[in-house]
């Protein structure tokens, strides 16, 4: 099938189905960073998406746009400056934070959780360029009593505890607050660690979907070390992955949990849009904790401790055990889960949907939750969704197959029914960049390798292009870090309020979200993915939303109630010219920022 349009000649692959029509194809990068400590860096030497190579292939032999009649582009390349920055995660806090600076090969050093060997803790973040070498030296010399927990200074101008990670490139008051991975401590570290630095033998515990000959490649990467250990994600279900992103983090204080949208690889904390929410530091429970002890109003310690039963795995009863152990009650978040399998749900999974195992699938637990805890306020039925994702799969012949049915009667429950809702035709926003969002993006065109929408997929659905609205984040100086993070929220119509707010590693595909099989009586999951809900009820609000933050840099707004919507609302739909970008097809027409066209293969 030929289509001929802005892009040029769309030429469609003869196979009736590809990869991308049946999951994100974003493959968890388990072994990117093995190979970068041994220093190979040749080609992109992890498990990833077809897109992904293309963009490292471009990166590493880019084609020169030659038509010098093109206007020259604002090069936000030329800001940028190679990373020289030492070891550990990091908060950016400071206003101020000249470029001249980062040029310094000064060690960071960091206040670290409270035990009897500081050294030893391998994740730390810390304010930047705010103190003397000599201070920073004697902060690594503190006695323990002396010592904070840097994560928990986090906490305070941040109830929410959401974060976005640095991103080189832009200006630097709005990476005040930001998060940040430095070096490749964790380079191997997809989804558990403990205490998880191998140059310092703490066991780390990898779990990982890998099959065939990318997992051999893993584990004969890992040999040489032997701290680490493995678990395999099943995936019975073809065109599933593995892409939930999560560390649980065990210190002698306690435990955490962090739920990223990052992969672990260098591209992916350095010039995209990422989320992360990290928890409180649990402390341990008193001897002999009883099943119920230290649950949270939001079930958050249950759900976590099903989430990693449904991998069925001997190697994870160690860390359920250490979740029992623990003192979860202070988690203000829903957990929101998705594991393979097929789940007989009866005839209405919104209504039916009520069993405990059953939780750890998407579809399910959000429409229960939002109908438990989303507290309906005065026309809160007609409020629109946003969905806003990094990769799409295949929606169906037309809304009414997945979109406009099962997808969104998810997530317009508040307490009503669903179908007296659908009634108000509740708007549906979907926020993916354009082809000129990725070609005036930091990273120019090879940004597109993490936006994986294929012109195979795209071709079928061209109904599903309607429902786009541009990529801006201007509120947090993010337009042009293309976005990797994965966000869902109901806002009111004036878009100054939400009702709730997801960040998740799900995109939109049935493959994450799930989809009905057998008359609506079966749901059918692909994938692993995991999430965070923020309701207002958890929060101590009693009004039913959120308002949204104006500028992330603003303290006009109370915290408590004002939550960071890392993007601009209202989102802006497609104009005329505008196209989604597609991975698989050539932009010759214009320049990137660095000059170049796209030629994937």
Known sequence: MLQEGAHGKWTVSSSDESTEENSDNEKPSTSSLLHAACGRASGPQYPCSEARKAAHKRKASPLKFSDKSFPAETRLAEKQRPSQEGLG????????????QEKQAHKETVKEEKNDAPKEHPLNFHKDNELSENQKAEECCEAPSEAQDTWDLLNGG????????????IKQNYNSGALHIKGEQIFCLLFLGLSCLLLRKKPLLIVHGEKRESKAELLAQARPYENISFCQAKLDIAFGTHHTKMMLLLYE????????TSNLIAEDWHQKTQGIWISPLYPRLPQGPTDSSGESETNFKSDLISYLMA??????????DKIQEHDL???RVYL????????QVGKSINLQLRVQRLRVIFLGPITKLLKEHASSVPAQESWPVVGQFSSIGSMGVDESKWLCSEFQESLVATGSSVTTLLKYGVPIHLVYPTVDNVRQSLEGYPAGGSLPYSIQTAQK???LHSYFHKWSAEVSGRSHAMPHIKTYMRPSPDFQKIAWFLVTSANLSKAAWGALEKNGTQLMIRSYELGVLFLPSAFGLDKGYFHVKGKLLSESNDPATSFPVPY??????YGSKDRPWIWNIPYTNAPDTHGNMWVPS
């Open 158 to 169: 941040n109830p929410f505890r959401f974060f976005l990670t640095k991103v080189r490139g």
């Open 89 to 100: 995660w990091c908060l950016s806090s400071s206003d101020e934070e000249p470029e001249d």
């Open 461 to 463: 659905q061209l109904w």
């Open 568 to 573: 601009d609302l209202p989102p802006e739909q």
């Open 329 to 331: 009650s202070e988690t």
């Open 336 to 343: 929101l889960g998705s594991t393979p399998g097929r789940y």
């Open 253 to 260: 204080e306690g435990l955490r949990v962090v739920i990223h």
């Open 311 to 320: 991998y069925n795995s001997p190697t994870l009863k160690e860390w359920i």
